[in-house]
């Protein structure tokens, strides 16, 4: 058989007799239960502590997981805006090459007709059937090639 403190504690109220000892053992209860509430305050603050601890935690590791998410997701974009400023670079150099091609290609026969003109226009003996021919020629060359662009 164990002998427990509150046995004891009966026991000396009994010795002591009355209501002395009945009052004796009431109070002892009375702290006993209230040692032991706030023993369980304690502890359900110490369980929500390590559950707040634990939800920081994951929260912590959520954040860094969505940050390196973010972070790689930028360094995508960082990559298409190169992507996209090397093709706009390319795209440029293109259209100007394109543009001097087409320039030249429309000015020589232009320099070719209008060389023909001033000379037949300018020297006598100039507007032979031979020179007429070049001038018919490169403004049907000069046709064509305005008609190949459209």
């Known amino acids: 058989m164990e002998i427990t403190l509150e046995a004891i504690i009966s026991l000396v ?70 992507d996209r400023n090397e093709l706009r670079e390319q795209l440029d150099k293109m259209q100007k090459d394109l543009i001097a091609h087409v320039s030249h290609d429309l000015r020589t026969p232009l320099t070719m007709i209008s060389g023909y003109t001033e000379a037949m226009r300018d020297l006598p003996g100039e507007a032979t059937p031979e020179n007429m021919q070049i001038v018919i020629d490169e403004t049907r060359r000069l046709t064509s090639l305005v008609n190949d662009m459209m």
């Open 13 to 82: 109220g009994l010795f002591v007799g009355g209501g002395g000892g009945a009052f004796f053992t009431w109070r002892y209860m009375r702290k006993k239960a209230k040692a032991e509430a706030q023993q369980a305050e304690i502890d359900a603050a110490k369980d929500m502590q390590e559950l707040y601890k634990k939800m920081l935690t994951d929260a912590n590791e959520y954040l860094e997981d969505a940050r390196s998410k973010v972070d790689g997701l930028r360094q995508e974009r960082d990559h298409y805006k190169q």
